[in-house]
């Protein structure tokens, strides 16, 4: 990482975050996406879960960038759920007028993504980040700090208007179901998912972390996660979050299924089943976030069922030393 270190100007101060900040938080996210894609592209479940998932310790991993009058203009927090070596580091500051405070929130969440390392024990250590394309700044400084561009996300969404209420039949020989709310069944939807991106660049939280994501969940509805079955055995699931609920969307967080059942229609089983029961609870529109670059080609499948790129995001990458704090 280049030696960037940038100074607030005066007046203005940094602190750490609380959960009573998300709703200031949360307006300063949405001035963001307002700016970059036009409308607000995050929720409150949203930040609380960044502010407390596994490996964030707000005391220690997170800062807010504050004006001269104590308004939130900016906040940096990182993210790895699963403590291994690659971490993701978020930045936002108030378009426009919390601009000062990008290089130096960047520069603090560089500096704890090296303590990092050291507390997780890897070195080198990989940090990655994002931009919306639009971003200039802040990919501007992202490149000051040495990342370099890697690849491109998209936010995919489309309309429930005219979905069947009752979701379409799955292939012969396959079965899709509720999951139940008890540990087996849970753990058959963990294993199914992990599994099914064991071979993609994305890295999943283990077990125990993804419990500990699931119980920092304001609610859960479990009528809206599913899975798939084949002989008995679950080859797919599908995991939905309440997230979107507050913005009429149906959210997909994750969707997975291995790699011997692939091509067999059964994940557009599972998102048609999903979708079927987003519309019947009046949500006007299905959401999910997908690699673009994911070897399994995903974006087909969303394209097939009709989701269209809602935007892009650029990913970035760099590489920093274990340092102790």
Not at 295 to 307: C, F, K, N
Request: glycine fraction near 8%.
């Amino acid at each position: 990482m280049l030696a960037m270190t940038a100074a607030l100007p005066e007046g203005w101060t940094t602190r750490r975050p609380k959960l009573d900040d998300a709703a200031e938080i949360l307006a300063l996210v949405h001035a963001c996406d307002i700016a970059s894609i036009g409308e607000p592209d995050y929720t409150i479940d949203e930040v609380r879960e960044m502010l407390t998932e596994p490996n964030t310790d707000m005391t220690r991993d997170s800062w807010l960038a504050l004006d001269p009058e104590g308004r939130v203009v900016g906040w940096t927090y990182p993210h790895n759920a699963n403590g291994r070596d690659r971490d993701f580091a978020d930045v936002y500051t108030w378009p426009e007028h919390g601009r000062p405070a990008l290089r130096p929130l960047l520069d603090l969440i560089m500096g704890r993504m090296a303590e990092r390392a050291a507390l997780l024990g890897h070195d080198p250590y990989e940090v990655r980040a994002g931009a919306i394309p639009t971003e200039e700044h802040y990919i501007e400084a992202l490149l000051d700090f040495g990342f370099v561009f890697l690849k491109q996300h998209a936010r995919m969404q489309m309309s429930l208007a005219g979905v069947p209420l009752t979701g379409l039949e799955p292939p012969a020989g396959v079965t899709v179901r509720e999951v139940r709310d008890d540990e087996d069944d849970l753990r058959a939807v963990h294993t199914a998912i992990f599994q099914a991106f064991a071979d993609t660049d994305h890295l999943d939280a283990d077990y125990d972390n993804w419990r500990k994501q699931l119980a920092n969940e304001p609610s859960i509805s479990f009528d809206e996660w599913f899975v798939a079955e084949v002989d008995g055995r679950v080859v797919g699931a599908l995991q939905s979050s309440d997230g979107g609920a507050e913005d009429n969307e149906g959210w997909v967080k994750r969707l997975g299924v291995l790699r011997a059942y692939r091509r067999r229609g059964i994940g557009e089983a599972l998102l048609r089943r999903a979708f079927s029961v987003y519309a019947r609870k009046g949500r006007e529109k299905a959401g999910l976030g997908v690699d673009l670059a994911n070897p399994t080609q995903a974006i087909r499948l969303y394209e097939a069922v009709g989701m269209t790129a809602f935007y892009r995001s650029n990913i970035y990458r760099t590489y920093v030393a274990a340092r102790a704090s």
